[in-house]
């Protein structure tokens, strides 16, 4: 810690950070720079940890018994792994699929059929003298939703497109995971050799929680939420209930992404039937609360320990610096650097007493 001699401890802490600040924001500035130089590099890496990283506790789960050795437990996680894959690649997908193009094929008559009744409202409405005017949003309606459809085709093509020349990059990931798998400890240990030996285990054992808390905690939120989900909608025949089930957990991964989704897969529904839209939110909303307050936190408690304000900027900011990756990313992250500085604002406190 810098001494500024005639000067308080709050005073010497003023300068300090300020003379600190505006090197983190230089360092930052550079850092965005490095990852958008080298993004697919670290893209690749990101996620062949992130699979390693899974992969890990069914390995070491393996590892408990006396018999299995590490490569053994690898072979045997690996394979299992491409099984189930294989498996929801033969009966998932190509029902996914055509519910994806039935959804595409019915969105005009949904965008028509919303558009007649907002005309229909808007005739009630002048019927009995309402001051609304509800003519020109059913216009543009009819004659932006086409052109957002085209839009909406033309990125699901796109994305099966960069899929179908990702192979290699997929092959690397697959590659560095199991290396990782294999030989991640080593690799660790050869990385956290360069932090000072006092930070060294507290940085590592923090970083691993931060992830493992994180992905556990939202991992665990999304599948019981897509699988109720899903099971629900089939229940109460709604229309495209994998599908929808499906993009709500997913989305639920992401933090507030779960509500978000609810509320743009309800305005869908609701282009179709207006109680149709109203049910879905209902069903939708019920369940995500039963998950979400009364079903998650006894199962995982509290996670991050972040607060929804930080959360949200640290997904803006990931975003940005990253894109997708850098909001799977953000949370932990952020966590984890709260961790840090609570620390460090911990062994200032007991230097200072």
């Known amino acids: 810690m810098i001494k500024l001699k005639g000067l308080p401890p709050k005073g010497q802490q003023v300068i300090v950070w300020g003379l600190a600040l505006p ?3 230089l360092n930052g500035w550079v850092l965005t720079l490095i990852i958008d130089y080298f993004q697919a590099p670290i893209r690749i890496f990101v996620i062949a940890n992130l699979i390693a990283f899974i992969l890990g506790y069914p390995v070491r789960w393996l590892q408990r018994h006396p018999r299995i ?3 053994q437990a690898v072979i045997l996680v690996l394979s299992v792994a491409f099984i189930l894959l294989g498996l929801i690649a033969i009966t998932v997908i190509p029902l996914l699929a055509t519910q994806i193009n039935q959804l595409l094929q019915s969105l005009p008559q949904w965008g028509a059929s919303s558009s007649h009744h907002l005309k229909a409202l808007h005739d009630w409405s002048v019927q009995w003298q309402l001051p609304t005017d509800l003519s020109q949003l059913a216009n543009k309606l009819s004659e932006k939703l086409p052109e957002q459809l085209q839009s909406i085709v033309g990125q699901v093509l796109g ?3 960069g899929a179908a020349g990702g192979i290699f990059e997929a092959g690397l990931i697959i590659i560095i995971a199991v290396y990782l798998l294999l030989r991640g400890k080593s690799f660790w240990d050869g990385i956290f050799q360069w932090f000072p030996r006092p930070w060294r285990h507290r940085i590592r ?3 691993r929680r931060s992830f493992q808390n994180y992905y556990i905690g939202q991992a665990t939120v999304a599948t019981l939420l897509g699988l109720s989900l899903i099971l629900t909608f089939i229940l109460f025949n709604i229309p495209f209930g994998l599908l929808f089930g499906l993009v709500i ?5 992401f933090p507030f992404g779960g509500g978000v989704s609810i509320i743009i897969i ?3 529904a609701t282009l179709n039937s207006f109680w149709l839209g109203i049910k879905v939110f209902i069903i939708a909303t019920i369940i995500d609360q039963l998950v979400e307050n009364a079903i998650a936190p006894r199962l995982l408690g509290k996670f991050t ?3 929804p304000v930080w959360v949200l900027l640290s997904l803006l900011i990931g975003a940005k610096v990253a894109g997708v990756l850098g909001v799977l990313i953000a949370v932990p992250c952020t966590s984890f650097v709260k961790e ?3 620390g460090l604002q911990n062994s200032d406190d007991l230097v200072n007493s």
């Open 305 to 307: 320990g972040v607060h």
């Open 340 to 342: 840090m500085l609570d």
């Open 266 to 268: 309800s305005f869908l």
């Open 69 to 71: 050795q590490l490569l």
């Open 205 to 207: 054992q923090s970083l």
């Open 23 to 25: 090197l983190m924001v």
């Open 159 to 161: 994305f099966f497109i």
């Open 249 to 253: 957990g997913l989305m639920a991964l």
